[in-house]
Every structure is written in structure tokens, then in C-alpha cells.
């Protein structure tokens, strides 16, 4: 069964402190790992996606990568309005998002 | 080029009734995925249509069910609301599902209460 574990489940970062988001899954036939960015109430903001392992993406002050087993999203000197929260998702034979329940970042001035 | 727009933003029902949500795909977007999400969860795959038909649907009960229209437009109708069908309700469009690498663009989501 397909299975997406995000961690922590929270984080609470000064500004400036830099840390990482862990996503591991479990997937027959990965087509794909999505990162997405959800403030509250609000639709997920599409970040980036990464297709075979050693990939890396970056964007801003965020940069995505990717292994066999897991994926990560490091955080370089966040800033306060990088709070949200980060949901990974992997895209299988189907054509369908399956989703982790995210990691809520709180950033400190 | 307009994103993924839904209405309405929010929405109150009482057990029993039915409900309707709309969502315009981004333009030149075929595809269009309906997700669920619970307080606190992440997106949970409804259903998805692809020039007007059905292609791949999730655990969801049939009272759930959707329409695509000939400008990739889409509703989603729910029948015979219960109270754990409240939820914030994601429409996704993407740019043709036969894509092998395709990105999936949400609209900002139709918070259902039900009551």
C-alpha cells in the first residue's frame, strides 16, 4: 500500500535558522514527488517536483531532493513569511496525488 | 492566463441536503482532480475527469460524483450530506493527464460546513 510519512509534524524555527522537512514514502512505480506550500485556508501553492533520485531543485530560499526512500526540503535563513504548512505528495501509476498530512513551520522574528 | 478559480469560498449545509461546487480549470488545462481536506490532513483524491469522463476515483462513496464540461470546467456534487463531509474542497487542474510529468495547480478550495 502507498504510504507518504512527513516529519516533524510541526517545527518552530528562528529567523534564520536554517532546518529541513523529511518526506519518506513507500510507492510501487513512482511517477513523481510533489512539494507544495498550504497557508491556512487556502489551496496548496505548487513548489516543485522532482522525478529520479539525485535530483535537486531550489527556489528562493528553499531547495528540494530526492532519494529512493525519501525526500527532503531544506529551509536556508527562513524569513517569517515562509510559515505555512509543507505538503508532500508522490503521483503513482495513477494519475492522482497522494498526499502526507504536512509539517506545520512556524518562523520567529 | 487565469489559475484555477471554485466557487463559492464557503458554504453551509445541514445533514441530509445536497451540494454542488464549481471550479474553472487554468486555461489550456484539460484535466481537472477533485481533492478533500479534512482539518488538519493532507488532500485526499476524490475523483478526476479528463475530457468529460471519469478517470480514477478514490475511496469515496457514489453520493459523491462530478461532471467535466466541454470547456474543461467541472462541478462536483455531493448527495445526502454527513457532518464528516465538512471540509475545505480542492479542485486541481492539470495540463493533460496523459502526460507522463505533469504539475497539478489548486484553486483556493470551497470550505464545506455541514451542520
Known amino acids: 500500500e502507498d504510504q507518504v510519512t512527513q516529519s516533524p509534524e510541526a517545527l518552530r524555527l528562528q529567523e534564520g535558522e536554517s532546518s529541513s522537512l523529511n518526506c519518506s514514502y513507500t510507492?510501487?512505480?513512482?511517477?513523481?514527488l510533489f512539494w507544495y506550500r498550504q497557508d491556512p485556508g487556502k489551496g496548496p501553492e505548487f513548489l516543485f517536483t522532482l522525478y529520479s533520485a539525485g535530483e535537486e531543485k531550489e527556489k528562493e530560499r528553499l531547495k528540494a531532493t530526492l532519494t529512493k526512500k525519501e525526500s527532503f526540503l531544506h529551509i536556508t535563513a527562513p524569513k517569517p513569511e515562509d510559515s505555512a504548512t509543507y505538503l508532500c505528495?508522490?503521483?503513482?501509476?495513477?494519475?492522482?496525488?497522494?498526499f502526507g498530512t504536512g509539517t506545520r513551520l512556524t518562523v520567529i522574528p | 492566463e487565469t489559475g484555477v478559480t471554485q466557487s463559492p469560498t464557503h458554504l453551509i449545509k445541514t445533514r441530509g441536503q445536497q451540494v454542488t461546487l464549481r471550479c474553472s480549470s487554468q486555461s489550456g488545462h484539460n484535466t481537472v482532480s477533485w481533492y478533500q481536506q479534512a482539518l488538519g490532513q493532507g488532500p485526499q483524491f476524490i475523483f478526476q475527469y479528463y475530457r468529460e469522463e471519469e478517470n480514477g476515483r478514490g475511496n469515496f462513496p457514489p453520493r459523491f460524483s462530478g461532471l467535466q464540461f466541454p470547456n474543461y470546467s467541472s462541478e462536483l456534487n455531493v448527495n445526502a450530506l454527513e457532518l464528516d463531509d465538512s471540509a475545505l474542497y480542492l479542485c486541481?487542474?492539470?495540463?493533460?493527464?496523459?502526460?507522463?510529468?505533469?504539475?497539478?495547480?489548486f484553486g483556493p478550495g470551497t470550505r464545506l460546513t455541514v451542520l
Open positions: 505528495a508522490v503521483k503513482t501509476g495513477a494519475n492522482n496525488l497522494f
Open positions: 510507492v510501487s512505480g513512482l511517477r513523481g
Open positions: 486541481a487542474s492539470s495540463l493533460d493527464r496523459r502526460a507522463a510529468y505533469n504539475e497539478q495547480f
